[in-house]
């Protein structure tokens, strides 16, 4: 048995030490929490010229296993708050469904957008799993195995973010945009709990990168980037690394793997499908309040 197929008990993800850390990049911004029954409810504030924006970015997608009772408190406090804007996501780990959505959004003077991510079911044994990937990728993976020249393994060593960077700024520009994150936001991820970096090597070199969030039983494909050209293409690191997170996933206890969103990308889409992916519902609810949401209704009439 390998080292990434040992049973092991890894850090959850922080998502307050997350936000504290995001305040050292995104300029003001803060952190505020609500106490509810069913607990601590946190969110992340930011301002821009007159207005505030109230939202809990995609860390919904963390927030276990919530039923619409839960997800109707937290709104009912969240929608109470005076900003500009408040941002609710609710991730598909999260047990309401699109009408108990619309009934809250409705209730509570929300807009209601939803959108898919695509998930693994990683509750059976990967020899089950292996079998839902479809033919071509069963088979780059068989010749990943066979010619056993990459070192696929997790790691929160600093060196393997910053070499991420890299990876990352250069698959942006071949991409042509421009990279959504800077280099000091990726290169200190390694301080928070729970994120790990998963790496395919050749004779030293990082040839693709994987950011994971470990949270309860679920592992999240945050960011990935891999070197591409035709000589690396035919050692298949991008697909040994996410098989090598599914396998690690199903044999350590983790029973969903979260793709995220395709953003309606079909190129994108396809490629999660191949695993196996099943897409799921989430749901994001918007409310603009006061002068903004004023300002905003006006600019939908305009372009209409």
């Not at 809990?56 to 005076?82: C, H, T, V």
């Not at 309606?264 to 409310?287: C, R």
């Amino acid at each position: 048995m390998d080292e990434i197929s040992k049973k092991e008990e890894l850090e959850h993800f922080d998502s307050i030490k997350f936000l504290n850390y995001l305040l050292n990049y995104i300029a003001n911004s803060s952190i505020h929490e609500m106490t509810l029954q069913q607990g601590t409810f946190s969110f992340f504030v930011l301002k821009k010229r007159a207005f505030n924006y109230a939202y809990n970015l995609p860390y919904g997608l963390y927030s276990g296993n919530l039923s619409s009772i839960e997800i109707d408190a937290a709104m009912k406090a969240f929608s109470a708050l005076n900003y500009s804007q408040l941002i609710f996501n609710v991730g598909p780990d999260v047990f309401i469904d699109k009408n108990e959505a619309l009934k809250i959004s409705s209730e509570l003077g929300f807009d209601l957008t939803s959108y898919a991510c695509h998930i693994i079911d990683t509750s059976k044994p990967i020899q089950d799993i292996f079998e839902g990937f479809n033919t071509t990728r069963k088979k780059h993976i068989k010749r990943y195995q066979k010619a056993g020249v990459l070192k696929v393994f997790r790691t929160k060593d600093p060196i393997y973010f910053k070499e991420y960077f890299k990876l990352y700024e250069s698959s942006a520009k071949r991409w042509g945009s421009d990279t959504t994150y800077s280099a000091g936001l990726i290169e200190g991820l390694y301080q928070i709990p729970g994120i790990y970096m998963w790496v395919a090597e050749y004779n030293g070199e990082m040839l693709s990168g994987m950011i994971c969030f470990y949270h309860k039983n679920t592992v999240f494909d945050w960011l990935a980037a891999s070197i591409i050209n035709e000589d690396v293409k035919k050692l298949y690191p991008a697909v040994a690394v996410q098989y090598e997170v599914i396998r690690h996933a199903a044999e350590n206890g983790y029973t969903s793997v979260n793709m995220g969103a395709s953003n309606n990308l079909n190129g994108v889409s396809d490629f999660k499908d191949s695993w196996g992916a099943i897409e799921k519902k989430t749901y994001t609810f918007i409310k603009r309040k006061g002068i903004f949401a004023l300002i905003k209704k006006i600019r939908n009439k305009l372009k209409n």
